[in-house]
Nanobody, 123 residues
Framework: QVQLVESGGGLVQTGGSLRLSCAGS????????MGWFRQAPGKEREFLGAISPRGMSTSYSGSVKGRFTIARDNSKSMVYLQMNSLKPEDTAIYYC????????????????WGQGTQVTVSS
């Protein structure tokens, strides 16, 4: 089974950039759709975007489209979230997640989760 570990979070000023990484281990990483989610205090976990197993297609939520980019490198079992033009409302814990069930924007469809990494955007 795939295990996931996020890294790269931190404190950044408004307008700044961060790149989050998600390291996968275990079998079938390259067969998983990989998604990025975030959860702010007091809010539900929010879908940000996903990438297909071979990285040929991506999809993003309206709140981050044009600012965030997802990429993957299956040779390294890595998925990345490049975040640009960050805003204070992007402050949250960010999670990567995996599913063998195909493209989904729903939390419940992902069965592999990392522990999360905190991103704080100061105003």
């Amino acid at each position: 089974q795939v295990q996931l570990v996020e890294s790269g979070g931190g404190l950044v000023q408004t307008g700044g950039s961060l790149r989050l990484s998600c390291a996968g281990s275990g079998e079938l990483f390259e067969s998983h759709f990989m998604g990025w989610f975030r959860q702010a205090p007091g809010k539900e976990r929010e879908f940000l975007g996903a990438i297909s197993p071979r990285g040929m297609s991506t999809s993003y939520s309206g709140s981050v489209k044009g600012r965030f980019t997802i990429a993957r490198d299956n040779s390294k079992s890595m998925v990345y979230l490049q975040m640009n033009s960050l805003k204070p409302e992007d402050t949250a814990i960010y999670y990567c997640a995996g599913t063998l069930g195909g493209y989904s924007e729903s939390v419940q469809d992902y069965d592999r989760w990392g522990q999360g990494t905190q991103v704080t955007v100061s105003s």
